[in-house]
């Protein structure tokens, strides 16, 4: 049986097929950047996430929601960027690439980690936040996905990167579905 982020990666790599055949190949560093972009983003997000559950700011989620759509809009369109690419030959390419995959992966795990130590937190201010956030998490971790998945798809299979980023990705799936948890769980105990 396949998760709903599965089932979401999937559908993407079915319509991505087709960019694949028109899409321009892109430079590795302009992927890297792009990557370590939406690190930067997410990091971000993190933040605010812990700044408007400290301060109990009801105003924020607004702003939570819209910086999580953002940075799933921009995921989306950089798949397009791996989507043409041949494989990274050059070692110091691969490096590089994989420093950027790490990078993301960390904001990830932070962001992952914050929204589910600030689930009780943050539905006790909004009780709405126990539906929206696993729809939005759902959303997000689906493309996230997907582009980890064509990511790890630059490495050749015979590089020790191809494990390690593997392995990363199934903890930041882990991550995902234990925010996910967070939320439904303690939604539901509050409606009680
Ligand atoms: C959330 O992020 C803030 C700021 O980056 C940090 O201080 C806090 O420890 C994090 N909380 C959790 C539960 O990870």
């Known amino acids: 049986m396949h998760t709903v982020p599965e089932i979401a990666a999937l559908l993407l790599l079915s319509s ?29 997000l993190k933040d605010y996430v812990s700044s408007v559950a400290t301060s109990s700011n009801v105003g924020g989620f607004p702003s939570i929601y819209e910086q999580l759509d953002e940075i799933h809009d921009n995921t ?62 759902r959303i997000f971790s689906g493309v996230v996905n997907a582009y980890l998945f064509n990511l790890i798809g630059l490495w050749p299979t015979t590089t020790a990167y191809v494990a390690q980023a593997s392995n990363q990705k ?14 439904i769980s303690t939604g539901s105990l509050n409606m009680n």
């Open 76 to 137: 989306l369109s950089d798949i397009g960027f791996t989507s043409g690419t041949p494989m990274i030959q050059d070692a110091n390419d691969q490096q590089v690439g994989y420093e950027s995959y790490s990078n993301w992966v960390q904001s990830l795990f932070e962001l992952t980690d914050n929204l589910t130590g600030n689930a009780a937190a943050l539905i006790s201010l909004d009780h709405e936040v126990s539906t929206r956030m696993p729809f939005e998490i």
């Open 16 to 44: 991505l097929t087709l960019v694949n055949l028109t899409a321009a190949t892109a430079p590795l560093s302009d992927i890297a950047n792009a990557v370590n972009s939406l690190a930067s983003e997410t990091f971000a």
């Open 170 to 183: 199934n903890q930041v799936d882990a991550h995902f579905q234990k925010a996910l948890d967070a939320y």
